[in-house]
Structure formats: C-alpha cells, structure tokens
C-alpha cells in the first residue's frame, strides 16, 4: 500500500487517516502502537523543529523500518516554509510533504506549490504534494485567544473557486483549507468547523481534503466534518499536552528512577491513548 491507496480507501470507506507530530521516538513507537491496536493505518508528521529534533533521515530510516515489519505507516513533512525543505524530504523518500505558502499572496503560493509539485513529479518517487490555502495560524500549543490573523468567518475561509483554480494551477495531490480550524487549543473555546464549506470544497476539489489544526476541535465536528469529505485529519498539540502530562506524572512517581524505559513509559502510554481515540473516531468505530 501506498499513502495513495491509503487515500483511496479512507474515501471509499468515508473516514479519514490520523496523522500525529512526533518529536522523538518515544512518541513514534506510542503512535505505531495505537495504530497498530486499531488496525488502522497511520501519518506521522514533523514540522521544521520537530524533523530537526528528531533528524529527518532518522525518522525516515525508522518508518522504513516499521513498515518492513508491517506497520501502515506514513512519513509527512509537515508545514515546509520553503522549497529547499521540502525538496530535502522528498529525496530522503517522505510520502508526503507539506508546502505551505498560506500568509503568502494567492498567486505567490500558486508559483511556490506548483514549483514543488513539478519537482515531486521529477523526482519519480511515490510522494504526494499538499498546499495550504487560507492562514490557520502556525503554531501548536495553547492559546488564550485566537491567533492574529487567523481567518474563522466565512468570508475569509477558502473558496471552492480558489481551491478548484489553485488545484488546477499546481497540480497538488492534496489541499488543506481554512474552514474554521486552527492550529493550537484555544483555551477560550473551541474552534467551530464550517461543515458547510467543507461541504463545498469537497464538491469542488479533484483531491483529498486535509483538515489541519484538529486539537481542541469537537468529536460531533470531526464526525461532521469527515462524513462532509475530510480525508485526513492532523493532531498535534493534544499529543504534546497529553506526553508533557505524563511525563510530568511518571517523574514524579519515583523521584530516584533513572531508567528512562522506565520514567518515559507513562508519557508514551498517554500519548498512545489518545492517538488510539483520535484513530478509532477518525475510522467512524465510534458511535457518539
Ligand atoms: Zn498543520
């Protein structure tokens, strides 16, 4: 399987494929876990600090990996603010890598995606391009308020017209819209998702739909939003709040422990939880 198929399954179906930020392999191995409990496959995504962290040829060699020992897993780049990282991602063999010219103008990010998307066709390798259309904001933690700039009205979430001319004009393989959605936890609310435009957009769109920002958002509007054609939803800052908890708790429940399978297991074991809820309702095997 490819994460093309992958795709074309999660549409056949009517669900969408988890994705999940990790930062180190402790994580990596909680999320293939969950995974592999729900029997569902899985996308494992690094932002720039995180693939940096981490070592991005690293990540790749352990994705090889746990595929080669079964594992659904699929390897993104997430948010690449420029050509050269992503074109970096793509050579190491990533199945899919984010190009995210969103603050930039519309016909700016049309000539930086199409440029990549000509690139990953070069290069002959199985990789999907995705473009980000409409500033969700950039940053995964918790916010007090909406981030600055951030579009959640409807007049300035995408348009099925942007995303029809901006898919035809770069050739990407996958879109993430604004449709009400934010990086980060706003901690004064959660963000509402417009289930009407995803609606829309899914009627206008020759690709997938990625729903970026999923942390904080309601499981009715996850539900909603994937029955409405979301293909892929990302989840980043729960797994970031659920590790540091658990961390925090396996420290100190032996302040003299220094075996770190040992002090980590509580945090992994968080993360794992959610990443096998967040799976199970993304794959519509939970009934609300
Ligand atoms: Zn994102």
Sequence with gaps: MTLKDEFARARDNGSAIAHFNVSDSTQFNAVLRAAKRADEPVAI??????GEFIGMGVLAGMVKAARDEGARVY??????YSIERAKHAIDLGFDSVIIDGAKLSFDENIAMTRALAAYAKGSEKEVLVEGELGYI??????HATLPEGVAITEEAMTSPEELSRFIAETQVNLIAPSVGNVHGIIASGEPRLSIRRIEALAAASSVPLVLHGGSGTLDEDFVAAIKAG????HINTELRVAYRKGLDAGLAADAEEVAPYRFLKAGADAVEEVAYRRIMLFSNRVSL
């Design 45 to 50: 995504g690094v932002s720039e600090g995180e």
């Design 75 to 80: 390897l993104n780049a997430d948010h690449s």
């Design 137 to 142: 904001g950039t940053s995964s933690k918790i």
């Design 230 to 233: 979301i293909r892929m939803v």
